[in-house]
């Protein structure tokens, strides 16, 4: 059996972490197995869709490696690949259950549903339709709801996340399966759209568990065999209290491309959010993770969303470019994060920058701030340098005359390469009788007045011996 899997998003806004998750699993399994993975829009919910959303989820995908098999953009066998398009094949189906007596016109005004729901909350029952469906319904036109006619029974079924589950007949109920607008509910249309693409396994968030009763119901009314069932656990906020949501301070993932995370370390990240292959890996490549996935490995809880730890996964991911690619490589990426004033420096010189910086950054957007004073004088700020932990026990004049020493001792380098300036900074150590946290760490402040920056002979070798030299002589003027 070719395994098909699909990823099946709403075009209703930013494409989420939960989102993206959801269309990791099915990406991989399909792939783990040769089989094929479908895109299919589910854009029904004409009221919440929003222009351009098909276009940043299709953008993202591919932005992430996460290559589709059918669905827009690639066509295939099994289109359309939006529902709004699909609208003829639904009603197809639905007249099926309507001549086998299992769905039916549904009259009732929205006013006197909410009254029967009324009366449950009165009487501290559940709501069911179902107690309530019409005697006599007219006969179905579009324009007029549908419901199922649930006939209620006890289900069990096998999750490959959750186990073993069933269910009493309580939790049947005649749903909706076209609305009055004409188009399906999402509870009818991707049981016929699956049904109708050959998917084989159906991966979705835990919250449709509970929905799972009636639609093995309708898998039962319209004679299909059920697929797998594979329910995700949500991503939890960072308390671990909820579901992740947009106030818990996760943002979009365009966002965070937008900040220099990698699609590696995302896609790294996200696949190990809810799963593990039992050792104490934390970094794969898109290749390894196909080759060691399995749902059996993707845990039955929530997994508690952290963005530090995205951060620490993007910061791996930056250092292994690098060290395996070669500076080019991770170059090539960094072309929107750099600060302003480095355009007006060539690709050599911002490479150099790169070279001594790349394993200090989180994210490629930190280059703004930890790299500007490479492109651009520092503003001294003497509060910064005396205030320093290592400096604050030394007299103004104290610094003033090490900066001269540090001066004299940097002018008498020849060939200002970070072996001969190291070698100067030791000799410097032993001449001052300083500690190097005291010595280093006001060269460092004097030149760049950074909160921190690469190893001091390198950041020294990259400005270069002119400008090195410049900056500690306006600083020693300045106290």
């Known amino acids: 059996m070719e395994i098909v899997t699909r990823f099946a998003p709403s075009p209703t806004g930013y494409i989420h972490i939960g989102n993206v998750r959801s269309a990791i699993y099915p990406y991989l399994l399909a792939r783990q197995n040769n089989g094929k993975m479908i895109l299919r829009i589910e854009d029904t919910d004409r009221a919440r869709y929003v222009e351009g959303a098909t276009e940043l989820i299709e953008d993202t995908l591919e932005w992430l490696g996460l290559n589709w098999d059918e669905g827009p953009i690639v066509g295939g066998p099994n289109g359309p690949y939006f529902q709004s398009e699909r609208k003829e094949i639904y009603i197809k189906w639905a007249k099926k259950l309507i001549e086998s007596g299992r769905a039916y016109a549904d009259p009732t005004p929205p006013e006197k549903i909410e009254e029967y729901r009324k009366e449950c909350n009165e009487k501290k029952i559940p709501f069911l339709y179902r107690n309530y469906r019409p005697e006599n319904p007219p006969e179905w036109e579009e324009g007029m709801p549908l419901r199922f006619k649930a006939e209620p029974k006890s289900y ?74 594979v329910s995700l656990p949500h991503i939890l906020a960072p308390q671990g209290n909820k579901k992740l949501g947009k106030r818990d301070g996760a943002k979009s993932v365009t966002e965070y491309r937008d900040d220099g995370v990698l699609s590696e370390a995302m896609l790294n990240y996200l696949a190990c959010l809810g799963w593990n292959d039992g050792t104490e890996q934390e970094i794969y490549t898109k290749d390894e993770l196909i080759q060691k996935f399995s749902l059996g490995r993707i845990q039955n809880s929530g997994a508690r969303y952290d963005e530090t730890k995205l951060f620490w996964y993007n910061g791996q991911w930056i250092r292994k470019i690098f060290d395996e690619n070669g500076a080019d490589a991770l170059y090539a990426r960094t072309t ?27 994210t490629l957007s930190d280059l703004r701030s930890m790299t500007e004073y490479f492109f651009t004088e520092p503003r001294i700020d003497l509060d ?14 104290e610094i003033e005359g090490l900066l001269k020493q540090v001066v004299k001792k940097l002018s008498d380098v020849d060939d200002f390469t970070a072996d001969n300036i190291q070698n100067a900074l030791n000799e410097l150590l032993t001449e001052t009788n300083k500690k190097p946290a005291e010595l280093f760490s006001l060269i460092r402040i004097a030149v760049s007045f950074a909160p921190f920056s690469p190893a001091l002979n390198l950041t020294l070798e990259v400005l270069g011996k002119n400008i090195t030299l410049a900056r500690l002589n306006a600083v020693a003027s300045a106290i």
């Open 336 to 362: 929107d994060f750099w600060p302003e004033v480095a355009d007006n420096y060539d690709d050599e010189y911002k490479m150099r920058v790169l070279a001594i910086i790349y394993d200090r950054l989180k």
């Open 156 to 229: 069990t079924w096998t999750d490959e996340v959750m186990g073993e589950m069933s269910t009493g007949p309580e939790m049947l109920d005649d749903i909706i399966l076209i609305k009055k607008d004409g188009f399906p509910t999402y509870n009818f249309a991707h049981i016929v759209d699956d049904a109708e693409m050959g998917v084989t396994h159906v991966m979705r968030g835990v919250e449709y568990l509970s929905s799972t009763p009636n639609y093995l119901a309708l898998y039962e009314a319209l004679g299909l065999e059920r697929p797998k069932l």
């Open 384 to 397: 910064m340098l005396i205030n320093n932990k290592f400096l604050k026990k030394m007299s103004e004049s």
